[in-house]
């Protein structure tokens, strides 16, 4: 029967539940830009301090949320491995710089640059070739499985993978020297001891994270096997009738994610100094609540949830007016996951899809 006009009206007429969302939302919006004003007027250093550090950490879980977004936008999986592998990577950095660099306190410039070249290309072939030998012997043969079967296998093979960082490296933390990074500061804003610093240790995470976003963004966008991965992620049947191999492609996919775990291991020992078979386990929860946030599946989404969730910890933690405290850190970033799936699924920059009938 043809749609009358009272029912097209009706249609067209946002729901209540809809506006409610909508204007809870714009309120906690406002509540939050309010209390960082006021933190700002109050000591504008240490607002200014906390968001560079939050920048800093923001794009570390940029880079572990974007190997989630990329294989979750090609077969709508959310691989729980996937922060394991960068526990793995992050184990092979302190392998390298502990037992083949010997690296101690002040490192010289040269060996230190060495060494962190090198342990960037095997972290990063490594961990890309670990996550495609994972997809290939997990994960293939259940692709026509429903969705709980993989997802129940990803997370079968976080706890294999948890299991080879114990048994590698043992229960106690891995450490480096705090002093491998230079600490000195590059720039000091302000009058101290009340001033903005910024060291070199935090310039070290950019110089290896920009390049490899901006890689990142080369090769989806602009090559051969990038072109394959959007189409595959569109329609792998009709990329298969184009003549793409969507096998290799979802493989190459997934050796990409994994290259940027890798890489994301390397930052993470470098600057924090520490690893631990189960670090992977909360940061790769925080970096999926980033890929969330922004929209998983969105490469330029996962870039912004990590960067919002990193200021949001270091806010939390830092500021002095009315902060709840470092100890609701975690209850307020996984409450954000919690809303954003409930109010806004499809995150800040995803795109609201039909589900298939």
Known sequence: MPETQVESRWRRRPQ??????????????GILVAWLAVNAYQDWTTFVQLS?????????????????????????????AHADVFMIGGMITASFA??????GVNPSLGLLALAILVTLIVAMVGCGLLNA?????????LRRAPRLVPLITAIGVSFILQDVGLIWKGSQPVSLPVETLPRGTIFTLGTCPKCVTYNWDRLFVFIVTVPVLLGLVWLVRYTRQGKAMRATAQDKDAAALMGIDVNRTIS???????????????????????????????LGLIAFTAAVLGGIGNLPGAVLGGLLIGFIQDFNEGLSWHSPGSAWTQSIVFGILILILVFRPQGLLGEQTPEGG
């Open 16 to 29: 209540l539940p809809s506006v409610l969302a909508n204007v809870a939302g714009l309120t906690l919006v």
């Open 52 to 80: 560079l550090t939050g920048l800093t950490r923001g794009s570390l879980y940029a880079l572990v949320a974007l190997g989630y977004t990329l294989v979750y936008g090609i077969l709508e999986l959310i691989n729980f």
């Open 98 to 103: 502990l037992d083949v660099f010997h690296l």
């Open 133 to 141: 030998g994972i997809e290939r012997i997990a994960y293939r043969p």
């Open 252 to 282: 190459f996919t997934f050796m990409i994610a994994g290259a940027l775990a890798g890489a994301a291991g390397v930052i993470f020992v470098f600057y924090s100094t520490t690893i631990r078979f189960d670090t992977g386990f909360t």
